[in-house]
């Protein structure tokens, strides 16, 4: 009798072990990227996950607001926006300061554990930091004043700054775009532990070829690669480029790839650009805007896809406008 209930035990406990791993499986298979990712007015995105919820930030558009766009999922499927009163237009405001809006954020977290986000406010940069994705945020320098003022170098645009940690813990600052639609350039300087200060003498001019603004370091093996935008985010012309090097100050090569993600053929996907990348069980994906309408105001929306590299070289992205596994 003991015999048959221990048999009868373990299928019963083969059974239940199944239907959950059943149920897993299909919870799984719910987590989609949806074409677009969110409905809404968003551009420049930045993504962090934390805690098992994902945040995505971004400009507000047309052409940025008063405030960040904040969104939250724990599925990637379901977004909610939230609202964060740093940065502001009014909070973020110096004497070199012009009158755009709030634009193109980026957040990361740094070792101490605290979240630094590095935003574009009156065509300068300003840092924040926070304990946790939602804030309180708070201008990260004391003296409220700018991390990157706007006429630092007045021949350029002081904007779209983006924060790369190298495999050492050091960590970097790349920034810059061109003015009139031409001439942008990108710098890049070595940032202190308090991921605010650095020494102006070391700032660097790496401009990779056809470079205009949103620059994005990413890191495979010992290959550096440095991604971009080029053209106008207005148009058709719009577009993501990548180049090479072996260290974080170039010189950059430009990639045989390059451009690796344009308009498509049926330009159901217009003008992609100003991305960022991110890796989610050992894939890595691309989140990026296109437009939506740029006929009188220029409106966008957040698009996503898979990354992949091989052969030392950044793949193509297919948008591919269709849902897909997570």
């Given at each position: 009798m003991t015999h048959i209930l221990k048999k009868y035990g373990v299928i019963i406990a083969l059974m239940l072990f199944a239907l959950v791993t059943s149920c897993l499986e299909k919870k799984k298979s719910e987590i989609v990227l949806q074409d677009p990712l969110i409905d809404g007015d968003f551009a420049d995105p930045s993504i962090i996950k934390f805690e098992g919820k994902y945040y995505i930030y971004a400009t507000i558009d047309p052409w940025g607001a008063e405030e960040l766009g904040v969104l939250e999922s724990d599925d990637f499927v379901h977004w909610e926006q939230k609202h964060i009163k740093w940065p502001s237009k009014e909070l973020c405001t110096s004497e070199t300061s012009n009158s755009s809006n709030v634009w193109a954020p980026s957040v990361i977290q740094a070792k101490d554990g605290k979240f630094y986000m590095y935003v574009s406010v009156g065509s300068e940069i300003w840092a924040g930091?926070?304990?946790?994705?939602?804030?309180?945020?708070?201008?990260?320098?004391?003296?409220?004043?700018?991390?990157?003022?706007?006429?630092?170098?007045?021949?350029?645009?002081?904007?779209?700054?983006?924060?790369?940690?190298?495999?050492?813990?050091?960590?970097?600052?790349?920034?810059?775009?061109?003015?009139?639609?031409?001439?942008?350039?990108?710098?890049?300087?070595?940032?202190?532990?308090?991921?605010?200060?650095?020494?102006?003498?070391?700032?660097?001019?790496?401009?990779?070829?056809?470079?205009?603004?949103?620059?994005?370091?990413v890191k495979k093996g010992e290959t550096y690669f440095l991604m971009y935008s080029?053209?106008?985010?207005t148009t058709e012309t719009y577009k993501v480029r990548y180049a090479k090097s072996d260290n974080p100050f170039g010189p950059f090569t430009e990639g045989k790839n390059s451009p690796v993600l344009t308009t498509s053929e049926d330009r159901s996907t217009l003008g992609p650009g100003h991305h960022s990348v991110f890796t989610e069980a050992g894939q890595d994906y691309i989140l990026y805007h296109r437009i939506t309408d740029n006929s009188d105001k220029l409106y966008r929306e957040l698009a996503i896809d898979s990354l992949n590299f091989s052969n030392d070289e950044i793949e193509v992205v297919r948008p591919s406008n269709t849902l897909m596994n997570f």
């Open positions: 930091v926070s304990d946790h994705p939602l804030g309180p945020w708070k201008n990260a320098k004391k003296d409220n004043s700018p991390l990157i003022k706007g006429n630092m170098f007045p021949e350029y645009h002081m904007i779209d700054a983006e924060v790369f940690i190298d495999d050492d813990g050091q960590v970097y600052l790349y920034w810059g775009s061109g003015l009139d639609w031409v001439n942008g350039h990108c710098f890049v300087v070595p940032l202190k532990d308090d991921m605010i200060s650095f020494d102006e003498t070391a700032i660097k001019d790496i401009t990779p070829p056809n470079y205009f603004e949103a620059p994005f370091m080029d053209g106008k985010c």
